[in-house]
């Protein structure tokens, strides 16, 4: 998958030097452990995407 909400978490929300999550930190003043739930969500949604298009060949 390419662009969408997704990539633009995957992008910001990287972990940090201390361990934490970077976007979390930047965009809401909040220290989250590194996968925080957002990078959760769009791995989730981008798993689910290429399942979805795998499955769609083999039919």
């Not at 390419?2 to 992008?11: F, R, W």
């Not at 452990?33 to 995407?49: E, H, K």
Request: charged share 20%.
């Amino acid at each position: 998958m390419t662009g969408g909400p997704e990539q633009a978490i995957l992008v910001v929300h990287v972990r940090g030097l201390d361990g934490m999550c970077a976007g979390c930190r930047a965009w809401w003043s909040r220290l989250a452990p590194y996968p925080c739930w957002q990078v959760d969500w769009a791995t989730s949604r981008q798993a689910r995407a290429s399942v979805a298009r795998f499955l769609e060949g083999v039919r």
